[in-house]
């Protein structure tokens, strides 16, 4: 913090834990799952254990003076934080109202001129109305995303390639900065399994082809299937591999869209989908 601020000497170790002892504190460690290796992982959940302990060891009110708020995938840390002693809480979808009020401040925080910003939200009212787009804003990334796209000339009820571009750019950006292999190794195969999987899932959404009629209409893939269509999409772009090393590739690809991989998802246990 010393250094952050540059006044090194001035803020210590001991006046930080001064603070936890005599003040109301509220501690945010906000995206957990932004640490994909698995050791620093470990190490992570260790850390904040051997601060929680430190503080109860001095005697800070834990219900009073310190609140702890660590945020997360769903998929990521449940089984580390025992729900016993950490409440486990979801984040809801917003709703219009939210929706409306994130966009009027981010708007305002740009350098857009009054008329501009008009027009941006005008726009993004008749986004809330078109039942396709209005289905994706339910975070703050999302609308974010959507705003870019208006504020960049685009209409997005009507522009569905340049929607899907923006949100595979931006999220593949963020998944970069986490530094798995997966997304670091090819671009392209990436986009091709998202291609192969978003044909599959409309061809089955709108045929009769599935038994499981809540599959069909959430349009998700059973792992099973979801192993075999990114072993044909592999295959297809490597003739040479061995079969070992195609299905230790497959064996990735699930376990990072577990948590998540790009936009494919799992949102239900062993079903996949965008």
């Known amino acids: 913090m010393g250094k952050i601020t540059n ?5 210590s170790a001991a006046k930080v834990q001064d603070i936890f002892e005599k003040k109301e504190c509220l501690l945010i460690l906000d995206g957990l799952d932004e640490i994909s ?14 601060f929680l302990d430190w503080a109860e060891d001095i005697k800070v009110d834990i219900k009073v003076y310190l609140k702890v708020v660590i945020t997360s995938r769903p998929n990521m ?4 934080f025992n729900p016993e002693r950490f409440p486990h809480l979801e984040i809801l979808p917003l709703e219009k109202e939210q929706r ?5 401040k981010w708007v305002k925080t740009r350098d857009i001129h009054d008329g501009e910003q008009t027009r941006i939200l005008d ?17 703050p990334l999302q609308v974010t995303i959507i705003l870019l796209i208006i504020k960049n000339g685009g209409r997005p009820p009507g522009e569905r390639e340049t929607l899907f571009d923006e949100y595979w750019r931006t999220i593949l950006k963020r998944e970069k900065s986490k530094d798995k292999d997966l997304i670091k190794s090819d671009d392209q195969i990436l986009l091709n399994v998202h291609s192969y999987l978003g ?3 409309h061809y089955r959404a709108s045929s009769n082809t599935v038994d499981n009629s809540d599959i069909n209409v959430h349009s998700l893939l059973p792992e099973n299937e979801f192993r075999a269509a990114i072993e044909k999409v592999l295959r297809k772009n490597d003739r040479f591999s061995s079969d070992k ?25 062993g079903l996949f989908g965008f």
């Open 7 to 11: 006044r090194l000497e001035e803020i």
């Open 37 to 50: 290796d698995a050791r620093l992982q470990q190490q992570m959940v260790e850390k904040i254990y051997t």
């Open 77 to 80: 840390y449940k089984q580390q």
């Open 100 to 104: 409306t009020e994130y966009a009027q």
């Open 123 to 139: 726009i993004l009212k008749e986004c809330e109305d078109d039942e396709r787009i209005s289905r994706l804003l339910t975070t």
């Open 199 to 201: 044909y599959l899932l």
């Open 245 to 269: 090393d195609i299905n230790n590739k497959v064996d990735k690809f699930v376990t990072d869209a577990k948590d998540r991989l790009v936009l494919i998802v799992e949102p239900q246990p």
